[in-house]
Nanobody, 124 residues
Framework: QVQLAESGGGPVQAGGSLRLSCAAS????????MGWFRQAPGKEREFVVT???????YYADSVKGRFTISRDNAKSTVFLQMNDLKPEDTAIYYC??????????????????WGPGTQVTVSS
């Protein structure tokens, strides 16, 4: 069982940047693929980005070129650097984890574990 805790959210003006962090505890971090999802008011939760155990990445088209995911296994932490933020990026951002084997697959659906979320609000 892994516990996830997000931080770094808050208000920001359009065109600005934020860096989200997700700290994992209770398990071997390097055994997990990690990712971020988001949910805006009145909308379904949507996939944002994933990073594999060996740091291969896959981004949703809506954030490609603006967001960057990275991981620090020594700190059991995954980061999401968000640049050129737009009002449509406003959402609760959730950290997610998948327990993985050794095969280098990309996963984008049905994570086994979720953090409680952190609010990002982008104003015009």
């Amino acid at each position: 069982q892994v516990q996830l805790a997000e931080s770094g959210g808050g208000p920001v003006q359009a065109g600005g940047s934020l860096r989200l962090s997700c700290a994992a505890s209770g398990a071997t971090f390097s055994d997990y693929a990690m990712g971020w999802f988001r949910q805006a008011p009145g909308k379904e939760r949507e996939f944002v980005v994933t990073i594999s155990r060996n740091s291969m990445t896959y981004y949703a088209d809506s954030v490609k070129g603006r967001f960057t995911i990275s991981r620090d296994n020594a700190k059991s932490t995954v980061f999401l650097q968000m640049n050129d933020l737009k009002p449509e990026d406003t959402a609760i951002y959730y950290c997610a984890a998948w327990l993985m084997g050794e095969s280098p697959v990309i996963v984008t659906e049905n994570p086994g574990y979720w953090g409680p979320g952190t609010q990002v609000t982008v104003s015009s």
